[in-house]
């Protein structure tokens, strides 16, 4: 028999108390486009059903969930950009995007939860929460709506370089992405830091 995978909740939060937002990221691993983190308050009276985290949803669900996201609870991004990327590298810059979510809250917290096993810089208190977005609804919501943020800017970006299919793949390596990059070569929007795209550098 398959074993059922525990759903996130709000234990977490009710256990520490206080106000609490959850972290998450979104686009560590591409060759393209910037990584995107996202800070979210629930509303504990009207927490949104079926969060869950991000890459178990399905795309039509993850738009659902970010229109009621958005629309119920306190939100805020943050971003770091390429040039962030490569001169920091992609662990630090993350770090520097979550702390940015955070800082551009409407209010102070009491206390951030963050995906992962590192916390980002940040003057109040944190937990790092490994599979986070399984584990705490206001880290699943923050997944949720970075994921959809950073979808959508990579489709817009698709816009202007068609040939690495990124409104498809987001920005990730795939095996139609490292095509075009052999073929065409590198953009303005690759991140020089990362071995695929360095490679073609020297």
């Keep these: 028999m398959e074993k059922q995978t525990a759903k ?24 393209a486009g910037p990584v995107i983190t ?14 869950n985290d991000s890459k178990k949803l399905s795309f039509k669900k993850r738009l659902m969930l970010n229109d009621i996201i958005l629309a119920s609870a306190e939100c805020a991004f943050g971003e770091a950009s390429l040039e962030e990327i490569d001169e920091l590298n992609i662990l630090h810059a993350t770090m520097l995007a979550m702390s940015r979510a955070v800082a551009n809250l409407p209010r102070k917290v009491d206390h951030v939860l963050v995906d992962g096993n590192r916390l980002p810089v940040l003057d109040t208190a944190a937990t790092a929460v490994i599979k986070g977005d399984q584990k705490s609804v206001s880290i699943a919501a923050a997944s949720i709506i970075a994921k959809v943020k950073r979808d959508f800017l990579m489709k817009n970006l698709a816009k202007i370089h068609p040939e690495y299919g990124w409104d498809r793949n987001s920005g990730y390596g795939t095996r139609e992405h490292i095509q075009a990059l052999n073929l065409v070569g590198i953009s303005p929007y690759h991140r020089k830091s990362f071995a695929p795209v360095r490679n073609l550098l020297v």
Excluded: F, M, Q, S
């Design 8 to 31: 996130p909740n709000y234990d977490l939060e009710t256990k520490i108390g206080g106000i609490i937002c959850g972290v998450d990221e979104v686009g560590r691993g591409p060759l």
């Design 38 to 51: 996202a800070a979210v308050i629930l509303d504990p009276h009207n927490i949104p059903l079926y969060l």
